[in-house]
């Protein structure tokens, strides 16, 4: 099949880019329309941008992750996070009962509710220690006093709930797993810490 030239209207191959009697673009189309001489514009795709989330005021390269690990915790720790549990538990046992009839520790005596605070924040404490390797109030000078008091305040409390029942009543279960709780988290910190003023006296 040939392709008329659109100039001097002479034959050319159907492959032929140029006519050769006088040189003009001919196209390669059936219908012997004449490509431009120029190629046409193509349209330029822009790079392709990676989206980044804008950086955040105060952001650091490392992020602090959680991560539980009970190594990292004393053996003292663990006996007292575990007291402190059992403690916790405790309180909405049983404590005082007569005739069929039990009430619990907290129902009972108010101040309770300071060892419920004070074990759950022991609970968290420890919990944040074992969770990450760098904290904040990880120092081994503040944690131990810290501990402490907070065990030995759960003790004194806990000891007055016992000794002060309600007239009439007898101890129930709750009442004694308490008292045992409490002297457990507080003995690990507290019997070296008594050892320790003994010798410093001496």
């Keep these: 099949m040939s392709v008329i030239c659109p100039q001097c209207q002479s034959e050319a191959s159907d492959h032929a880019a140029f006519c050769p009697q006088c040189g003009t ?13 120029t190629p046409p514009q193509r349209a330029t795709a822009l790079p392709a ?13 490392t992020k602090l992750q959680y991560s539980y690990d009970v190594t990292r915790l004393s053996q003292a720790d663990r006996i007292t996070g575990v007291a402190s549990a059992v403690l916790l538990i405790s309180l909405f046992l049983p404590w005082f009962g007569v ?43 503040a944690h131990a006093p810290l501990v402490l008091v907070a065990s030995v305040v759960n003790l004194l409390l806990v000891l007055l709930a016992f000794l002060f029942k309600p007239a009439g009543t007898g101890w129930q279960f709750g009442a004694f797993l308490a008292v045992i709780a409490a002297f457990v988290a507080a003995a690990p910190i507290g019997v070296p810490a008594v050892r320790s003023r003994r010798s410093t006296r001496r």
């Design 25 to 37: 673009t001919l196209s390669s189309r059936p219908n012997g329309s004449v490509e431009s001489s």
């Design 49 to 61: 941008t990676e989206y980044r989330n804008p950086p955040t005021m105060g952001a650091t390269s």
């Design 99 to 141: 005739a069929g009839f039990t009430i619990d520790g907290l129902a009972t005596h108010g101040y309770l509710y300071i060892d419920l605070l004070l074990a759950a924040a022991l609970l968290v404490y420890l919990g944040a220690r074992a969770g990450w390797d760098k904290l904040q109030l990880n120092n081994s000078l």
